[in-house]
């Protein structure tokens, strides 16, 4: 009897010891990296490198200027329906909410597609993040052609720029970048950015984007620098207020909610970069 007690209890061991390795491998291969703080304790100035401002908008108007954005994917997404009535222009701001009407969950999304298209720069937005968890603020780019072929220099990538996750914690922003849309979809994976007070108040999120690699910013200061699943063509840029795919991610939000954006700007210098 008590050889058959100490071999259940062996086997248990082992058993355990087997879970916990197969966790952390899961870890490493599916989650977000760990956050770090900024690479450089120098705060980045796009003119002082020799970048010129060539577009911008900062939201001084009653309406979203429609020259430069339209609402983005009408309909259904994720749980949620992306909705003109979620997105508002007051008080020199762009609102972008998450609303609850009864039964229905909207969402909001802004997008330069067909208005406005670059490649390589600095692109920066000013903006306050949502109080929630559950839902997320966003600012990403692009590329009309991703699903179209695997190789992102040709057909693009979506540049994740800044995403706040507050269930990660919340002094952290995160960062991505997805190619090849369809079965063999490729990611670096999440990038995680400490950034103390980054949901309080307004901060700044940019990307410097060259012709091999892309460069991650909070506040100015430099986080990441990611070499691979760069794009080599326009892409367009995005501001949206997202939705998970399950309700249940939803239970610790709280209605309404807004990602609150003071400006837009996009900075090249004459060699386009």
Not at 67 to 91: D, F, H, L, Q
Not at 98 to 127: H, I, N, P, W
Not at 215 to 238: A, L, R, W
Request: glycine content about 10%; hydrophobic content about 35%; some cysteine.
């Amino acid at each position: 009897m008590c050889t058959t007690i100490e071999g259940y209890k062996s086997v248990k061991m082992k058993l355990a010891t087997v879970l916990i390795f197969l966790f952390f491998i899961t870890q490493f291969a599916f989650a977000q990296r760990p956050a770090q703080g900024p690479m450089s304790k120098k705060r980045f100035n796009p003119e002082k490198v020799g970048y010129k401002l060539i577009w911008e908008d900062q939201f001084k108007g009653k309406s979203l200027d429609t020259t430069k954005w339209a609402v983005r994917g009408v309909g259904p997404r994720a749980i949620a329906y992306v909705s003109e009535e979620a997105v508002k222009v007051e008080n020199g701001y762009l609102k972008l909410y998450a609303l609850k009407k009864g039964d229905s969950l909207l969402g909001s999304a802004v997008g330069t597609q067909g208005k406005f298209m670059s490649k390589y720069g600095y692109y920066e937005c000013r903006a306050k993040l949502q109080k929630s968890e559950g839902v997320w603020a966003a600012f990403w780019m692009q590329s009309p052609g991703i699903s179209k072929g695997e190789d992102p220099s040709k057909f693009g990538a979506e540049i994740d720029i800044m995403e706040f996750f507050k269930k990660l914690g919340t002094d952290i922003v995160s960062h991505n970048v997805h190619w090849a849309y369809g079965p063999n979809q490729q990611s670096t994976k999440g990038m995680q950015s400490y950034r103390r007070g980054v949901s309080l108040g307004f901060h700044t999120f940019g990307l410097e984007w060259f012709p091999d690699k892309y460069i991650f910013y909070v506040d100015g200061f430099k986080y990441y620098e990611v070499t691979t699943g760069i794009s080599n063509i326009e892409e367009y840029m995005i501001l949206s207020m997202e939705y998970p795919d399950k309700k249940e991610e939803i239970l610790r939000t709280i209605f309404p909610d807004v990602f609150m954006v003071d400006y837009v700007k996009v900075y090249q210098k004459k060699e386009g970069y």
